[in-house]
C-alpha cells in the first residue's frame, strides 16, 4: 500500500517537473511560429513577428517607444463591437492583432486616445478650452494667443449667415451651463463661474480661500464679400471674481 502511494506521489511530481521544464519551450516556439523576435533590456520585453515588422516599418523607438508589455490577449469594445484581439503596449501606443482583416490591415494601432479622453472628459473639456466646432467651419485656424498661455484663438470662415454661427454656440454653450451676457447680432460672449453665488468660500473658515475661477467665451463674426462670413472665437480663464 505504501509503495503504491509512493509511485502515485513520483508520477505527479515527474509531471510538475515535466510541465515547468517544457512550459517555456512551448512559449518559445510559439513565438518562433509567428516570426523573430527582438528582446529590449531597457524594459525586459520582446516584440516578435507582425508587431515586430510594424514597429520597425512605421518609426520604431522615435514614434511608439519602448515595449512596456510583452504580446497577449485583451477583451475590448471597438465601435460597440467587443472583441478579443491579440495585443501588446508601448510607452506611446497599443499594437492591436486583428485577425478578421487582411495584411497590413490585420495590425491596427489601438485607440487609446478616444479611450484616454472619454476616461478624463466624459463630458467633454469645453472648460479648458476645446470648444465645440462649427460645423460648416471653412479655413479653420488654432492658436494661442500672445502673451496669455491659457487664452485661446480660434478663426474660421462659413458660407453661413452669422445669426446661425451665435445661434449654435449659444445653444451648445448654455445647455453646458454658460451664461450669456452680450447677445448681439454680430456678436455673443458667454461666461461659465465654478460657484456662481461665491458659496464655497463664504461658507470656508480659510481666509485666504481662493475665489472661483471664471472662463469666458467671446464670438465675433464678420460678413465677408461672396457670402462668407468670418468668425473669431476667444476662449479666456478670466482673473478669479
Known amino acids: 500500500m505504501r509503495k503504491n502511494i509512493l509511485s502515485v506521489i513520483a508520477a505527479v511530481l515527474t509531471t510538475l517537473v515535466l510541465t515547468i521544464i517544457f512550459q517555456p519551450l512551448s512559449y518559445l516556439q510559439a513565438l518562433g511560429q509567428q516570426g523573430s523576435c527582438q528582446i529590449f533590456p531597457q524594459t525586459n520585453k520582446a516584440v516578435c513577428g507582425k508587431f515586430l515588422a510594424f514597429w520597425q516599418q512605421h518609426g520604431g523607438l522615435t514614434v511608439f517607444g519602448y515595449p512596456i508589455s510583452n504580446e497577449f490577449t485583451e477583451t475590448v469594445d471597438v465601435n460597440g463591437n467587443v472583441q478579443t484581439l491579440g495585443m501588446q503596449y508601448f510607452e506611446r501606443a497599443r499594437f492591436e492583432?486583428?485577425?478578421?482583416?487582411?495584411?497590413?490591415?490585420?495590425?491596427?494601432?489601438?485607440?487609446?486616445?478616444?479611450?484616454?479622453?472619454?476616461?478624463?472628459?466624459?463630458?467633454?473639456?469645453?472648460?479648458?478650452?476645446?470648444?465645440?466646432?462649427?460645423?460648416?467651419?471653412?479655413?479653420?485656424?488654432?492658436?494661442?494667443?500672445?502673451?496669455?498661455?491659457?487664452?485661446?484663438?480660434?478663426?474660421?470662415?462659413?458660407?453661413?449667415?452669422?445669426?446661425?454661427?451665435?445661434?449654435?454656440?449659444?445653444?451648445?454653450?448654455?445647455?453646458?451651463?454658460?451664461?450669456?451676457?452680450?447677445d448681439e447680432p454680430d456678436a455673443l460672449r458667454l461666461a461659465y463661474n465654478t460657484d456662481p453665488g461665491n458659496t464655497r468660500c463664504a461658507n470656508?473658515?480659510?481666509?485666504?480661500?481662493?475665489?472661483?475661477?471664471?472662463?469666458?467665451?467671446?464670438?465675433?463674426?464678420?460678413?465677408?464679400?461672396?457670402?462668407?462670413?468670418?468668425?473669431?472665437?476667444?476662449?479666456?480663464?478670466?482673473?478669479?471674481?
Open 97 to 182: 492583432y486583428h485577425t478578421e482583416n487582411d495584411p497590413p490591415y490585420d495590425v491596427q494601432l489601438g485607440r487609446v486616445g478616444e479611450f484616454e479622453y472619454k476616461a478624463r472628459y466624459p463630458d467633454g473639456n469645453i472648460l479648458g478650452g476645446d470648444l465645440p466646432l462649427y460645423p460648416n467651419a471653412q479655413a479653420l485656424n488654432i492658436r494661442q494667443a500672445k502673451g496669455e498661455p491659457d487664452d485661446l484663438i480660434t478663426t474660421f470662415q462659413t458660407t453661413d449667415n452669422p445669426q446661425s454661427v451665435l445661434a449654435f454656440y449659444k445653444d451648445v454653450l448654455t445647455k453646458e451651463g454658460w451664461v450669456a451676457d452680450i
Open 204 to 241: 470656508s473658515s480659510n481666509p485666504l480661500c481662493p475665489p472661483a475661477t471664471v472662463y469666458g467665451v467671446s464670438v465675433k463674426t464678420t460678413m465677408l464679400s461672396g457670402g462668407l462670413t468670418s468668425v473669431q472665437l476667444y476662449y479666456t480663464v478670466e482673473s478669479p471674481m
